[in-house]
């Protein structure tokens, strides 16, 4: 017979038989999933009122699901098009006040990938009428004297003690180099920056322990710990914030000496020790240590303190975001100032319920070796000793870090983590991916950790399963027993339009549940405020743009 025939009838035989193997699988994977498609949680519950006349019906559930072919979800008895994601699915609404909603998904209009479909779903929740009262920023601060202060710390020390609704301080754009300090007594401030690019608070700060060690004397001359420095003594980070329910949006936080130096010891841009603390659309930057959050026994909920950060971008190159409690880091940068970086060095306490948690972030930065800049001998850059990029390291105690949907623009070091002083009780990922939104091989993940020479096994899982996965929601993890909603925070009313200038006065149309509107010039510069929908400006001649702020502060583009 000729071999062309050959090899043609065993290239059939080859594509049969796979075509056979294929369908053999995918019956065993619908056979073995014959378990019901549950709803794992709500963001809204039956029954419930809510304050915004816009927002989100978020559903997840046990697996991944699809809409059924020719079926209809309704709001309000009316079709419509939800979003997707694996294993959750969101409906964005927008209605009037004081309206009864209904959200319905109809039995077997989901299915899960094998087929088993939904029992269906009936969500019904009120719209409450919500009566805004107009109501200026409690402060304003702006470097060229055009506010209450030119000084945030200033404008933090006026603010009432033990307030139990926020205290709006908008900071206009400029560099503030000052030491922030806010104490557990003034609760409630939300501190609303101008424009994180251009409203930066910075200031040259260490925790050397002495002339000798890194950075030298110079790291000694900027050390909180120098007694020389009586006015920053303890002040361990630029920006500490000690009271509970703090906010904050559109700022850069900066340690400087990290930012120039580049190299240790310790240089903290931000220190957090509370509980409900959130941080949106902000920028975290230095070198060593840029971010530790420190919550107690002491704080309030104790070392289940909760923080929320999203849309934010966090800097640095050894142990940058370090410390305890849960805290949940969303749609953010971690950038990597220099190759060889770690991320994390988590130090929580057993009975810790979440730990840290990052959610669809960017791991980003530098990825190449720069001996000239950091030399090849510290500790933190020995590639040949499985030192390239790390996600993070235990420093003591149970140390919980967990990576959900994470964008990995270089490769890292395929063991993920490395050694400090402690065995983690639980570093895990899923759906870690790299620059071409492939599946990173998670097979040399830790499993050993060496303490003083000794080695240690991991116990804990290095892959989250897709069940264990879909725990590690929102509701779950901020939340709580107190309903603590910081997402509401960050909802932004739309942008003024028709802004017209009339001689010295400026106006536009009024923004629905607005408290006030800021008006700036061209070139960024604060103008002033105001619960009208028009102004006397100060310059007949220039150009303005007009922010809508909502109740909390938070501006419009």
């Known amino acids: 017979m000729n071999t062309k025939y050959i090899y043609k009838i065993s290239n059939y035989l080859f594509i049969c038989m796979l075509a056979l193997a294929v369908f053999a699988c995918k019956d065993d994977d619908n056979s073995e999933d014959t378990s019901a498609l549950t709803l794992v949680s709500s963001n809204i519950t039956e029954g419930a009122t809510l304050e915004s006349n816009s927002g989100y019906v978020e559903l997840t559930f046990n697996k991944k699901v699809r809409q059924a072919p020719n079926t209809s979800i309704t709001f309000n008895d009316a079709d419509i098009r939800i979003i997707i994601l694996n294993n959750v699915v969101r409906y964005k609404y927008s209605t009037s006040d004081n309206t009864d909603c209904t959200f319905k998904i109809p039995s077997g209009a989901l299915l899960d990938y094998s087929g088993n479909p939904y029992q269906g779903l009936t969500l019904n929740f009120k719209i409450m009428e919500e009566a805004i009262t107009p109501k200026l920023f409690d402060v304003i601060v702006d470097p060229n004297g055009k506010g209450d202060y030119t000084s945030i710390q200033d404008a933090i020390d006026a603010v009432p003690s033990n307030r139990t609704e926020p205290y709006l301080i908008f900071v206009a754009n400029g560099t503030y180099e000052e030491f922030i300090n806010v104490p557990k007594i003034k609760p409630f401030i939300h501190l609303i920056g101008q424009d994180k690019e251009k409203t930066i608070i910075a200031r040259k700060l260490t925790s050397a322990s002495n002339a000798t060690g890194d950075g030298g004397e110079e790291a000694w001359q900027y050390s909180w710990r120098n007694e020389a420095n009586q006015s920053q003594r303890f002040q361990e ?22 930012t120039e130096k580049l190299i240790g010891p310790m240089a903290e841009a931000m220190y957090t020790a ?13 070198f060593q240590d840029t971010w530790q959050t420190k919550v107690q026994s002491s704080s309030e909920n ?19 975001f370090y410390g305890n409690g849960n805290v949940l880091i969303e749609n953010t940068t971690l950038y990597n100032v220099r190759y060889g970086s770690v991320i994390t060095a988590a130090n929580h306490t057993t009975g810790t319920n979440w730990g840290y948690v990052f959610n669809n972030c960017t791991v980003d930065g530098i990825n190449k070796v720069d001996p000239d800049k950091y030399g090849t001998e510290s500790l933190d850059y020995q590639p040949s000793k499985g030192t390239a990029q ?12 967990v990576f959900l949907n994470t964008k990995l623009k270089f490769d890292i070091d395929p063991a993920g983590w490395r050694d400090m002083s402690a065995v983690p009780a639980l570093y895990a990922e899923y759906n870690t991916t790299d620059k071409k939104g492939k599946a990173v091989d998670m097979s040399q993940r830790k499993t050993k950790y060496t303490i003083n020479g000794t080695s240690y096994n991991y116990e804990g899982k290095t892959e989250l399963s897709y069940s264990e996965y879909i725990k590690y929601t929102y509701e779950n993890i901020v939340n709580g ?3 603590w909603n910081p997402k509401k925070f960050m909802e932004q009313l739309e942008t003024p339009e028709n802004v017209s200038l009339n001689g010295t006065t400026l106006s536009w ?31 007949a001649d220039a150009t303005y743009t007009v922010k809508a702020a909502n109740k909390y502060g938070t501006l419009s583009e």
């Not at 104790?302 to 940058?320: F, K, L």
């Open 237 to 258: 980070a630029v920006t500490m914030i000690y009271a509970t329910d703090f906010y904050a949006e559109n700022i850069s936080f900066v340690n400087t000496w990290g």
């Open 274 to 286: 509370n509980d409900r603390i959130a941080f949106y659309n902000c920028k975290f930057r230095s």
């Open 302 to 320: 104790g070392i289940n303190a909760r923080h929320y950060a999203s849309d934010c971008w966090i800097e640095g190159a050894v142990d940058y």
């Open 390 to 401: 790390t996600l993070g390291r235990p420093w003591q105690n149970n140390p919980i870090t």
């Open 481 to 483: 027993s107190d309903g």
């Open 509 to 539: 149309d009024a923004r629905y549940k607005a408290i006030c509107y800021l008006i700036f010039k061209a070139d960024g510069s604060f103008e002033g405020q105001t619960t009208d929908t028009s102004f006397t400006v100060s310059d």
